[in-house]
Nanobody
Framework: VQLVESGGGLVQPGGSLRLSCAAS????????MSWFRQAPGKERALAAR????????YYASSLKGRFTISSDNAKNTVALQRSSLAPEDTAVYYC?????????WGQGPQVTAPC
């Protein structure tokens, strides 16, 4: 099983960045895909989630309207488009896949550091 994230980096406040996660080794279309993030000194928290069919999404309240999660079951990828980035969005971002009892996490956390 692999979840390989890409797209992190530095960005100016107010800018946009897109995170991508390429999945392999499991039946992607059966899994709920999520992005978690962990800000410095804070606990890891759910940022956004998308259903296995891609027809239902959830966002942390502070991210609604700025972040958009999407998935492509044909390409086995999930993305998180982030706009209007602010310093408080600085965090390590993790891609995850869940289908009880399986719970997979990405190994390459992406850091966004609005500066």
């Amino acid at each position: 099983v692999q979840l390989v994230e890409s797209g992190g980096g530095l960005v100016q406040p107010g800018g946009s960045l897109r995170l991508s996660c390429a999945a392999s080794g499991f039946t992607f279309r059966r899994y709920i895909m999520s992005w978690f993030r962990q800000a410095p000194g804070k606990e890891r928290a759910l940022a956004a989630r998308i259903s296995s069919a891609g027809d239902s999404t959830y966002y942390a309240s502070s991210l609604k309207g700025r972040f958009t999660i999407s998935s492509d079951n044909a390409k086995n990828t999930v993305a998180l488009q982030r706009s209007s980035l602010a310093p408080e969005d600085t965090a390590v971002y993790y891609c995850t896949a869940y289908n009880y009892p399986s719970d997979y996490w990405g190994q390459g956390p992406q850091v966004t550091a609005p500066c």
